[in-house]
C-alpha cells in the first residue's frame, strides 16, 4: 500500500520560509515523478511544481523563483523549498506521485498525500 506522509507545513510571517518534505512508501521512488500541489476550500487543487525521475522541474509561474523542488532518493523523500512567503501562498498543500511526469503536470495523479497547512499571515 502507498502512502505519502507531508510534514513541515505550518503559520510563517510574509517574507519568511518553510520547508515541506513528503516521505514515500510502498512504492519504486526512484520510479515516480513527484508534485505538489495546492488548494484553498473551495477552490480546485492547483499544480505548484514537479519533479521527474530524472530531476526535471516544472514550476507555476507564480511560485517560480521563490520556491524549490528537490528529492532524495536514498530517502524515498520530495521536498518543497518555500522563500520569500506570500499570504497568497497560504493553502493546504499536497504531495502527489505518479509513473508519468505529463499526468503529474496535468492532474492525473495516482497517489496524494493528506496534505499540510501552511498559513502565511502577520
Known amino acids: 500500500q502507498v502512502h505519502l506522509v507531508e510534514s513541515g507545513g505550518g503559520l510563517v510571517q510574509p517574507g519568511g520560509s518553510l520547508r515541506l518534505s513528503c516521505a514515500a512508501s510502498?512504492?519504486?521512488?526512484?520510479?515516480?515523478?513527484m508534485g505538489w500541489y495546492r488548494q484553498a476550500p473551495g477552490k480546485e487543487r492547483e499544480l505548484v511544481c514537479v519533479?521527474?525521475?530524472?530531476?526535471?522541474?516544472y514550476y507555476t509561474d507564480s511560485v517560480k523563483g521563490r520556491f524549490t523542488i528537490s528529492r532524495d532518493n536514498a530517502k524515498n523523500t520530495v521536498y518543497l523549498q518555500m522563500n520569500s512567503l506570500k499570504p497568497e501562498d497560504t493553502f493546504v498543500y499536497y504531495c502527489?506521485?505518479?509513473?508519468?511526469?505529463?499526468?503529474?503536470?496535468?492532474?492525473?495523479?495516482?497517489?496524494w498525500g493528506q496534505g499540510t497547512e501552511v498559513t502565511v499571515s502577520s
Open positions: 510502498g512504492l519504486t521512488f526512484g520510479s515516480y515523478a
Open positions: 519533479i521527474s525521475n530524472g530531476g526535471t522541474t
Open positions: 502527489a506521485a505518479d509513473r508519468f511526469y505529463m499526468n503529474l503536470k496535468s492532474g492525473r495523479i495516482t497517489y
